[in-house]
């Protein structure tokens, strides 16, 4: 029983040292001038109001945004298209020239040394 006595003694002491400081942090913060306001005030309905036109209109400009590179990227991809179309009637025109070069060797009218050059033979 008498061990009981110094450790009621000792949490009773404990606990109010933190119910104390407790108390002082709590006055301090409604005595400090320095201290930021406590930001419970509601807001009007019109400030409510010209925050959400805002963002409607940020909303908008990035719809519009949106639309212009779907557009822009509409335009690059005729350009590819079309860009693809003139590289492969080139690769047709080189290829029909490779053919005719080839044609020419056959019946002896050009040779092609291993240098690339095109001499073309005396008949």
């Known amino acids: ?45 019109s400030a409510d109001q010209s925050q ?26 005729q350009m590819i298209q079309e860009q693809q179309a003139q590289l492969d009637a080139a690769n047709q025109q080189v290829d029909q020239f490779k053919q005719f070069v080839l044609f020419l060797q056959s019946r002896g009218v050009v040779t092609v040394d291993n240098q690339g050059q095109v001499r073309l033979t005396n008949p």
Not at 1 to 8: E, G, L, Q, T, V
């Open 52 to 77: 959400v036109a805002q963002l409607q209109g940020l909303v908008q400009q990035y719809q519009d945004r949106e639309k212009q590179y779907q557009q822009r990227e509409q335009q690059y991809q």
């Open 1 to 45: 029983m008498k061990k009981h006595i110094p450790a009621f003694l000792a949490a009773f002491l404990m606990t109010a040292f933190v119910a104390l400081a407790m108390g002082v942090v709590t006055v301090n913060a409604f005595v400090n001038k320095n201290s930021t306001p406590v930001a419970n005030t509601q807001t009007t309905g």
